[in-house]
């Protein structure tokens, strides 16, 4: 059963120097709350997974905590570069990162792989794509009953999964709803996993006719967050700042205004500080 408890103590639990960490979310639900808690406490050396990283890993690359990243698109969508990515990159700064990069198809695969406790997944993908030239990762296996070639890659087992959704129950099941990505999956691949939900109700209803229901015993960790994955959205509950997404282009590019901001808004900040940006009332108000 999934233990309930506060942000604080589910990244002090659960999230440990070298691990490898996916924090998924397609364009909503991205966990920014957990990150930044992440960034208090001071995590070192992870690996980063997600098929599409933006500001959320251009925040923990830039405060010098990734050695490596796997994904398959990068940027600040609808505005540019990620500046902290792109700089540890090309100058090392805060230190060099260690990066592989496949498409959103194998990404999807190999998730959905690690989900079943496969050691690899397998796809149409890679023809005629030059990033087998760079990635060692990318293999080819033949069909033993066709012997059609096909793309391999190797799952991914997370240590550590992250994600953001709309509300738990007091068990600690969580009910995601929306774009689903590969949120689930992510959290059924890990080792351990934290979920940050907007509220904890009574009961999981009513049911939406996209729901996705992760039960509690495939859950380590649940945590009220309200508003916790701004600026992204959360359906039903906020909109997305475009206006942050915006001004995070002009954050990002020097390292003292990165820094200060992070000093600011991050390291002098708490959990509680995202509530602020929830519009919608309680599913338990009167």
Known sequence: MAHICTLSEAIEENVRDGDTLAMEGFTHLIPYAASHEIIRQGRKELFLIRMTPDLIYDQLIGVGAARGMKFSWGGNPGVGSLHRFRDAVENQWPRPLEVEEHSHAAMANAYEAGAANLPFAMLRGYIGADLVKVNPNIKSISCPFTGEVLAAVPSIRPDISIIHAQRADRKGNVLIEGIAGVQKEAVLAAKRSIITVEEIVDKLNPPSPNAVVLPTWAITSVVHVPGGAFPSYAHGYYSRSNAFYIAWDKIARDRDSFTAWIKEN?????????????????ANAA
Request: no cysteine; glycine share 6%.
């Open 266 to 282: 991050v390291l002098s900040g708490k959990p509680e500080d995202f509530a602020r940006h929830v519009t919608r009332r309680s």
